[in-house]
Nanobody, 127 residues
């Protein structure tokens, strides 16, 4: 059983930075894909970034150049460094793990395909 726990959320002003962490109870080194999603009340869950064992990390256009996804296998931890935050980044952020499919934009666009989820951490960006 895999448990994921997010941390690092908070409130910042526009232009500020936050680093989110996702700590896993089981090994993540062999996972096919790890990712970050975000969701605003009454909106669909949106894929933000994903990282796999091969290839370059995937990012949605709105965060490209501002967010960086990375992982530390020794610590079983996934990170999302967020720079130059904007009010539109305000959301609950979730980390996720996919065990069967390789990372791709298609996978990032389909939250239902992911196997494990954390409970989320709130990020609020003020103008």
């Amino acid at each position: 059983v895999q448990n994921l726990v997010e941390s690092g959320g908070g409130s910042v002003q526009s232009g500020g930075s936050l680093t989110l962490s996702c700590t896993a109870s089981a090994d993540i080194a062999s996972s096919r894909c790890l990712g970050w999603f975000r969701q605003v009340v009454d909106q669909e869950r949106e894929g933000v970034a994903a990282i796999g064992r091969v290839g370059s990390p995937k990012y949605i256009d709105s965060v490209k150049g501002r967010f960086t996804i990375s992982q530390d296998n020794a610590k079983n931890t996934l990170y999302l460094q967020m720079n130059n935050l904007k009010p539109e980044d305000t959301a609950t952020y979730f980390c996720a793990q996919e065990d069967e499919w390789s990372c791709s934009f298609l996978l990032l666009e389909n939250p239902s395909r992911w196997d494990h989820w954390g409970q989320g951490t709130q990020v609020t960006v003020s103008s």
